[in-house]
């Protein structure tokens, strides 16, 4: 019997606004790249050693340490590099509540995001020369998947949700993602129905989950309030005896088993 392949941990935003209904922001993954390729999702990715740093500590808003610490840096560094959105405060009116920055930071800090996504700049120093504070506290804990053991390449991703800075406009990075659109969570689904979209298991049930929702206010209340329950997948069979993913009816998504043939292949062997 084969091991399975280790988890990585991962951070996933849903930005969120109001246009006039709600909207949330999904890009393109490249077709080249390996892991959802060509698929509409949430900007995210792997969390690397730099989101563990100690010095976070003096650089961020919200108490929290360890894996949720580097996690809620992750996503809000993904943010950055994919989407050109930054979640930070002046360090001189950090707080929790406080205001975030606005288009003038976010466009001073544009030209650096594919330094920071190629590691040839600190994300770290970066905020420390504008400072910036993150603002972690900003983010509401929504989801916590973790791949299952089959796969080849496997993540521990939480997600999260942000209410998008006034006036930051989001754009693609043209290197993992090729296109940045707003869209409601219905819409996207929608989409994905009509065969006009291609949107990958867990992206499909979070995006059910927020669009039981009507406006960004409702739904960082709602979520805020409630359990966060991991979903792993597990393989088995449906009522009629189908090759299936099974996750736990507790978790409150839209639908509890999803049929094999459904699940891209997402992830390439190398």
């Known amino acids: 019997m084969t091991d399975s392949a280790p988890t990585r941990l991962s951070a996933t935003i849903l930005l969120l606004r109001d246009?006039?209904?709600?909207?949330?922001?999904?890009?393109?993954?490249?077709?080249?790249?390996?892991?959802?390729?060509?698929?509409?999702?949430?900007?995210?990715?792997?969390?690397?050693?730099?989101?563990?740093?100690?010095?976070?500590?003096?650089?961020?808003?919200?108490?929290?340490?360890?894996?949720?610490?580097?996690?809620?840096?992750?996503?809000?560094?993904?943010?950055?590099?994919e989407a050109g959105i930054i979640l930070a405060r002046a360090k001189?009116?950090?707080?929790?509540?406080?205001?975030?920055?606005?288009?003038?930071?976010?466009?001073?800090?544009?030209p650096m995001r594919g330094a920071v996504d190629r590691r040839e700049q600190s994300f770290l120093e970066l905020m420390k020369q504008h400072d910036l504070v993150l603002a972690l506290d900003a983010l509401v804990h929504f989801g916590h998947w973790i791949t299952p053991t089959m796969m080849p390449k496997r993540f521990d991703t939480h997600f999260y949700l942000a209410a998008t800075p006034p006036g930051q406009v989001a754009e693609q990075d043209g290197r993992e993602t090729?296109?940045?659109?707003?869209?409601?969570?219905?819409?996207?689904?929608?989409?994905?129905?009509?065969?006009?979209?291609?949107?990958?298991?867990?992206?499909?049930?979070?995006?059910?989950?927020?669009?039981?929702?009507?406006?960004?206010?409702?739904?960082?209340?709602?979520?805020?309030?409630?359990?966060v329950v991991t979903v792993l997948p597990v393989v088995g069979k449906d009522d009629k005896g189908e090759p299936c993913l099974h996750i736990p009816k507790e978790a409150g998504y839209i639908q509890h088993i999803e049929p094999l043939q459904r699940v891209a292949n997402v992830a390439k062997s190398k």
């Open 178 to 227: 090729t296109e940045a659109v707003w869209l409601g969570p219905q819409q996207a689904l929608d989409m994905e129905a009509a065969g006009s979209a291609t949107i990958i298991f867990p992206t499909r049930m979070n995006l059910g989950k927020l669009a039981e929702t009507v406006s960004t206010q409702a739904a960082l209340e709602r979520f805020a309030s409630e359990k």
């Open 19 to 81: 246009e006039p209904d709600l909207q949330v922001l999904m890009v393109n993954r490249h077709y080249e790249i390996d892991f959802a390729s060509g698929a509409l999702v949430f900007p995210g990715g792997k969390a690397n050693e730099e989101d563990s740093h100690a010095e976070w500590a003096d650089w961020t808003d919200g108490d929290f340490h360890g894996e949720e610490l580097a996690a809620r840096i992750s996503a809000i560094r993904e943010a950055y590099e």
């Open 92 to 110: 001189s009116a950090r707080g929790a509540n406080a205001a975030l920055v606005g288009a003038d930071i976010a466009e001073a800090l544009n």
